[in-house]
Every structure is written in C-alpha cells, then in structure tokens.
C-alpha cells in the first residue's frame, strides 16, 4: 500500500478539507463554518448518481487487465474485497507485468513525463528534466509611474499600479505585430491582511490598508515576453496594454437586470454603473478574444444583513472581517440593501482595449460563479458554462441567442460584447439509473451495473432585447436573473458537492465538472454516502463527465457519467475512469481544470486531503489510457494551485496564498517562498517548460 505523509498542520481550529482555518476566514468568509445556504428539498446528487461505477468500470476494466482484475476494479468502490484474492493492482500474467511497467514509464502523448511525488517542500516542484521561473508577484509594477514594491511602505495609490494580491485565473492571449509576446491576464480573488501588513490589527484596520486592499482585488492584463530558448516568461513593465482593475473600478451592469430597482442605490440611482468587482475566482476565454471572470464569494464582503435572500446568498449578519463597512456604507447591506445585488455576477474583460468599461452580464445569473467558460453552437452562438462554489448548490449553462462575428473593427467587437445579454439561463438536473434502496453506503454496486445516467436542463428565463420572461412559476425575469439561487430551488435542481470549474473538452466537446468536496455528506439530515461518493464524507471530491445530446451545446438533455472519484488511490472508494490505480498519482479536491492541445484534462486542487501539498495533475480522457493521473507539479508550504495553463511547451499557474498556515503572520512566517528568508511571503504566477525546449509531455 501507498504510505501517504502524514496531515499537515490540522490543529482543532482548521476548517474541514486541507485549507487552514486562515484561509477560510479571508477568502470564503468561513463558509463551511456556518449553516449551509441551501436549505430546499431538492434531490442532492448521491441520491441521483447511486446508479453509477459499475457497468462501464467493469467493462473498462476487463478490457485493460484480466477479467480476475476487473473483478478487484469493480471491487474499488468500496465492495468487499473476497478473502484470499490478489490486490486489484497485481498483474496475472507476464504480459500483463510488461503492460503495467509500459504504463509506469510512458504515459498518455502529452503525459510522457515522470509524475512528482507527494510532498511538502517549501517550493514548486516540478518533474525531472523541467525547469521554471516566476512570471510576476505581487506588488510589482506594471503601470506606468508605478513605485518598486516596498512591503513596509504599501500605498492604494502604489498598488493600484502594481500586480494585485492572490493570482487566480489565468489566460494567456495572443499579441499579433509583437514577436514572442503574449498578453497575460490575471484575476486577484482576495486579500490576506494579516500577511500583507506587518502587525495587522483584525479589530481595528485602517482606512488605509481597506484601500490598500480594494486596490489589490481584481484583474491585471500584463504583457510577458518569452525567451527563444526556454520558456520562461518575464514581464513587460508599463507596456500600454498593461492595466489594473480594482474595488474602485467602473463598471457596466448589462443584460435584464441593468436598470432594475433591485440593483439600484443612493449612489447610482440608474442601476447600470458599479464600482468594483470582488473575489474573482476562475473564469474563461471567449472565442471573439476577451476574459471571463466569475464573482464567487462576494457575499463575505458585506455585514448586516437580515433578509432571507440574503441568508440564501451567505450574507452575514454582523460585521464583515475585513471591517469595510467603516470606511464605505455601500458594504453595509442595513445602509445600501441593493449594493449587495449588484455583485456575484460574470465580468467580461476586454484585454485589448485599456480604456474599455468591464460588463458584468446579469443574464448569466447571480451566484457564486467559479468559473464561466464558453464553446460555440454550430451557428455561432455562445454557451457558458457555471458552477455555483457552495455545499448542495448548482451548476448552470446559458445559451445565447445572438451569433458571433468575425473580425476586429469597433462595431464587430461592440457586438460580440453583447453576446451575453440575450439568451436563456438554465440550471441542471440529473437521474440516476439504479433505485436509491439498492445505494446501503457501503460502496457496494446496484444490480443493474449502471454506471451512467442522464439530465436535463431546466430553463429558469430568458432575456431578450425587448425584455425578459421568466419560466419560474412566482418569480419575475429580474428576480429569477438576481435571485438565481432561489430559482434554482424552486425548480428541483440537483444538490452538487461544490461545483467548481466545469469546462469543455475543445477535442471531444464532453464538459467536465470539478466537484471538490462536501465534508457535510452524511452529517445530522444531509444526505447519506452513494454510489458515485461511498464515502459518509467526501473530503476528496470528484469529476463529472457530461455529454450533450448529439453533442450540441444548446441541447436540453445530457447523459452524465463518473469519470473520477479522487482520493488515495489505495483506497477501494476511488475510481480513475477504470484505469488500473497502480499507474496513478493520488489526488484530492479538484478544483480548476483546463486542456492540454491532446484533450488531455488537467486539474489543480486546492486544500488536499492526502497529508500532502495541492498541486497540477494531468489526466488522459480517451483512448486505452483514459483515466491514467498523474502529477505535474506541487506548490509551497499553505498554498493552493490556480488558474492552470497548458500550451504546447509551457505550463502556467497561479501560487495562491503562500504561507497561509493558522498562526502565521508577516512577522512569523510559515512559508519563505518565493524569495526565501527575511522577504514577504508572496503570491506569484510561475511558469514551466522543458528543459530541452520539446513540447510538453510528449
């Protein structure tokens, strides 16, 4: 058996899932301290995939090994392994020996590289043969007339200038008529105060470090220069593209919510202007070449609140941690009851136009967004796709009504910023195959062997240029848009384990899922372990894989099936799409997920339950290796992996919050990476690429 290292840093105080207590109090507000928002009736998803992980896992698993094998790979569900039998992972014939050491050694094209071991050391990792450099950190300048980075001389005015706080999302884009440079983009999800100010007092902050603060949130477009010889990537100070976008920032309301009288305040009394965009998670690229960006958890910025929808939404009721409500009445919900409404959206960047006003699109509704990502109808139209990051919430798609146009004239791209106004939202609902009685928790197959199911999506409303309708019986267009939460509810949508990234494969058009964990299955009332999740609670998480019908995003019905369960792979409650799980590296909490040319899925987690630090895995899903895992790199002591990019020789991520460990603090830190000791501990986007200059695993 893998021995596993053990638990880092898990004292009483920590939250559930491998993040420490620091982190949940800075970036989701303690969201899994508190009662969980979605109190509906709806089915929760172990109850709709209990006719999962069987029929294709045994299918999938005799044709890779022996039929004796296949038996112990249908066994890793969690069934009872009979006495005497061999381990799942041990080969019965020499030619099935040949073919395990073929896999150990190789791998899937784009996956030929030598996985990195677990670990915890204070640094990136990454495999032999590969090197790496930091692309940008936080603090450095970027504008022009903006200061070097002095961390004990920190002003808003500076870092308004400079690269934001904790990197999230990344996107990579083109930069026709300047060779060998590409404009990167950046989202800045949350501040950690506490790490950013030497001797932050949590009571009592200044108005200075909140504006130092609202200057760090947001988005960076950084042009980046890459050397002929390598793939390190460095960056292009004050070059005219370059822009920071912050808690200040205009920006334009658009869609059927732009205007309305819940979106309006003392301070925009028109409903279309909002200053800011907060805890920008992961987001996308459009196809016409601008940046999505998803607010996600918007709510912990604003204090007393009292309404339902509020409560529905997070909101608290009493102070805000970071005590902006002192310094700007809009973040208090009892003085601006609509402020609140006006965030928790998607936000269109235009990269290419420094003087362009950022949108947030209110069609695409209001939730937690991780992500937004887009793929086209074969007439031109967008579907974005949405996970809403909460225990036992949703996940939606919108479907646009309005087709692309080519080109780069000012009307062309006018319009295509418009794409996502008019359209129809909906959210989704998955069946299971297999009755829930034969689902007893144990991991042990239902009777039919059923390892896929189907869904549909349900409309919630539609917007168009003439206005809205809503097809939620009770609810308006407008409340539907700004209470999509609530609409979701009243519909029967199906309760997901936190639904994170969730992007289509550019290959094969399948949409994959990142579910990363709910560590309240099987607690008090929820609901119990299932087929797809045998564990009572899974602090692993897991992947769907969904199918459009005929393959067409705008279809109404989807088939679903589970493409990995995340864990141990020693663990007989673990599933790698049937690939044997002596080839593959262990993996927990799935969090961002993007493609590598080859279609491969590449994941990034983000706080690993496995006793080890999070990391970017890459998995093959197709062809005799679909399923094969394996790890790329690691990153330091208390931080997460974001916002992954993989082109044909580079491999770009985000180090979120670096030594975020409860009990560290600028003078006490738990991390010296990335410019060893005595420096501020510091965010960083990195870059990695092979040393000889080939293409990346292959």
């Given at each position: 058996m893998r021995k596993l290292l053990p638990l880092i840093g898990t004292p009483s105080g920590s939250h559930p899932g491998g993040r420490s207590a620091m982190t949940c109090r800075f970036r989701c507000g303690d969201a899994c301290f508190h009662e969980v928002p979605n109190t509906s009736s709806n089915e929760y998803v172990g109850d709709v995939i209990a006719g999962a992980l069987s029929r294709r896992s045994m299918m999938r698993a005799a044709a890779v090994v022996t039929v004796g094998a296949a038996g112990a790979g249908a066994v890793g569900l969690g069934?009872?392994?009979?006495?005497?039998?061999?381990?799942?992972s041990a080969p019965a014939t020499a030619a099935d020996a040949a073919a395990v050491a073929r896999r150990k050694h190789k791998g899937a094209r784009g996956l030929r590289f030598a996985p990195v071991a677990p670990n915890t050391t204070d640094a990136v990792t990454v495999p032999d043969g590969y090197g790496q450099n930091v692309v940008i950190r936080w603090g450095e300048p970027i504008l022009r007339g903006a200061p070097a980075f002095d961390p004990e001389k920190q002003t808003a005015k500076a870092q308004a200038g400079q690269f934001g706080y904790n990197c999230d999302f990344l996107a990579l884009l083109p930069l026709p008529g300047e060779r060998g440079r590409q404009l990167l983009v950046a989202n800045h999800e949350y501040t950690d105060e506490i790490l950013m100010f030497r001797g932050y007092d949590a009571a009592n902050p200044t108005r200075e470090q909140a504006e130092i603060a609202w200057a760090a949130h947001g988005l960076s477009a950084?042009?980046?220069?890459?050397?002929?010889?390598?793939?390190?990537?460095?960056?292009?100070?004050r070059h005219q593209l370059n822009r920071r976008v912050t808690v200040t920032t205009e920006f334009r309301l658009t869609g059927p919510v732009a205007g309305s009288k819940l979106v309006r305040t003392s301070a925009d009394p028109t409903g279309t202007k909002v200053f800011g965009t907060l805890n920008n998670c992961s987001g996308g690229v459009t196809p016409w070449g601008t940046t999505l960006h998803g607010e996600e958890n918007f709510n912990q910025y604003f204090g007393n609140a009292s309404r339902d929808t509020d409560k529905r939404y997070?909101?608290?009721?009493?102070?805000?941690?970071?005590?902006?409500?002192?310094?700007?009445?809009?973040?208090d919900v009892a003085q601006e009851p609509n402020e609140v409404h006006r965030f928790g959206?998607?936000?269109e960047f235009d990269p290419y136009d420094p003087e362009s006003t950022p949108r947030k699109h209110t069609a695409l509704g209001r939730f937690k967004h991780e992500a937004a990502t887009v793929r086209l109808t074969q007439d031109g139209r967008p579907v974005v796709y949405s996970g809403d990051d909460e225990r036992f919430d949703y996940f939606y798609k919108f479907v646009g009504s309005k087709r692309m146009r080519h080109g780069s004239s000012r009307a062309v791209r006018e319009h295509n910023l418009s794409l996502l106004d008019e359209g129809t939202l909906y959210v989704?609902?998955?069946?299971?195959?297999?009755?829930?009685?034969?689902?007893?928790g144990t991991g042990k197959l239902p009777k039919d062997g059923e390892f896929d199911g189907s869904g549909q999506w349900i409309p919630l409303a539609t917007a168009t240029a003439k206005g809205a309708v809503s097809h939620v019986d009770g609810m308006t267009a407008e409340e539907v848009f700004v209470f999509t939460r609530l609409a979701g509810d009243k519909v029967g949508a199906t309760k997901m384990d936190r639904p994170e990234d969730i992007e289509p494969n550019p290959v094969t058009g399948k949409v994959y899922v990142a579910l990363t964990n709910n560590t309240n299955r099987g607690v008090g009332s929820n609901a119990k372990a299932d087929e797809a999740n045998p564990r009572h609670a899974n602090k692993h998480g897991h992947v769907l894989e969904l199918t459009e019908r005929w393959n067409r995003p705008e279809?109404?019905?989807?088939?679903?099936?589970l493409f990995l369960v995340a864990g141990d792979p020693d663990d007989p409650a673990t599933y790698f799409a049937g690939f044997p799980k002596d080839g593959v590296s262990p993996i927990s909490c799935p969090d961002n997920v993007a493609f590598d040319p080859y279609g491969n899925l590449w994941m990034s987690t983000d706080g690993a339950q496995l006793g080890s630090h999070d990391g970017l895995f890459g998995v093959a899903t197709r062809g005799e290796r679909r399923g094969e895992l394996k790890q790329f790199l690691t990153v330091p002591k208390g931080a997460e992996t974001c916002g992954p990019i993989i082109q044909d020789r580079r491999v770009l991520v985000s180090v979120q919050h670096p030594g975020e460990i409860d009990g560290a603090s600028v003078e006490k830190p738990a991390s010296t990476w990335p410019d060893g000791p005595g420096k501020y501990v510091r965010p960083a986007v990195v870059a990695v690429w092979r040393a000889d200059g080939s293409d990346i695993g292959v």
């Open positions: 069934q009872a392994q009979p006495a005497g039998a061999a381990p799942a950084v042009v980046v220069e890459g050397d002929r010889k390598t793939g390190k990537l460095t960056v292009v100070s997070g909101v608290g009721t009493g102070a805000t941690e970071r005590k902006w409500e002192r310094f700007d009445k809009r973040f959206y998607v936000v989704a609902k998955l069946t299971g195959d297999s009755p829930a009685l034969e689902i007893d279809s109404t019905k989807f088939a679903w099936s």
